[in-house]
């Protein structure tokens, strides 16, 4: 399941994904091509699952600023 936030000409996509047998929680930016499809770009981050929450946290308590 994924979640897309509009920003602007971009979107901010985040998804649970799975590399070699481990779980992640990836933030990443996406554009979209000629087609209107959206590519992801090098711009983002893969989360291991047992932090997630605790970096979730952390930005919830920095937006609060």
Do not use: C, H, W
Request: net charge negative.
């Amino acid at each position: 399941m994924a979640k897309d936030i509009k920003t602007g000409k971009n979107t901010i996509r985040v998804q649970k994904s799975e590399y070699k047998g481990y779980e992640f929680v990836d933030v990443r930016k996406f554009y979209e091509d000629d087609e209107g499809e959206l590519r992801p770009t090098k711009k983002g981050i893969a989360l291991p699952l047992d932090v997630a929450d605790e970096v979730a946290d952390a930005i919830k308590e920095a937006n609060k600023g």
